[in-house]
């Protein structure tokens, strides 16, 4: 999304490494101005928190409530998902790809930094019959992701410094299980070209070689589907425009 971005995670195993507690960074849109913009991105939860807490208080669900085009085209897709896989979605906002995912039967775990968000992604899971999803106020820079433990796991525009971006990155590793999935959307740093959304600094977006880096944690994830590429995103308010984004389906080899 928009400028995504959240927060969250770990503690450290013998799997895993200990990483030093991070700041907290935000999201932004279109609309705000370069400056706010700027302070989104601040490293302090006291600045940029309140912001996403209310801009997440309108009744209006911000990036709408139907799913992202390309994790549903992904999710309807069973080379990807098994059926009632556990799924972790990160930067999950106010629910929307988290309930999709429920209600195709899996079992979901929604995080994000906004409380509001949360409330209100718990609200539309209620709104549609969702049981099987959970939703989570968390830092993803103190996030236990555990170990082996997930099914797959969702990063939908969830753009983040590169210093935690990495840390997040090699956690996901750590956390999907052998054979488990990745499914990531972000915007590419042409994306600054197009303005209709994401983070106003291109090191917070991501590219597909970067990607390939940043996941290469000890060469345990095979893209399987992995471009960069313009396409239309038309999400809520905020979402409503031609961007550059980049796509990946990640698998974790087998041990």
Known sequence: MRSILMILFAHPTKHSRAFPTRPI?????????????????APTARMAMPTWNDRYASSDYMYGTQP?????????DPRYLHPSSKILSIGEGEGRNAVHLGKLGHFVTGVDASSVGIEKARK???EHGVTNAIFEVADLSQYDFG??????????FCHLPPQLRRQVYRQIVDALKPGGTLILEAYTPKQLEYKTGGPPVADMMCTLEGLREEFGHGGWIDFVIGEEKERSVMEGNLHTGLAHVVQVVGRKKPL
């Not at 992202?68 to 309807?76: G, K, Q, V, Y």
């Not at 170990?147 to 939908?156: G, H, L, N, P, Y």
């Open 68 to 76: 992202n085009d390309f994790l549903e085209s992904i999710a309807n």
């Open 25 to 41: 960074y935000h999201r932004t849109s279109q609309f705000t101005t370069a400056n706010n913009r700027k302070e989104l991105y």
């Open 147 to 156: 170990i082996e433990k997930w099914d797959a796991i969702v990063s939908i």
């Open 124 to 126: 539309l899971a209620s």
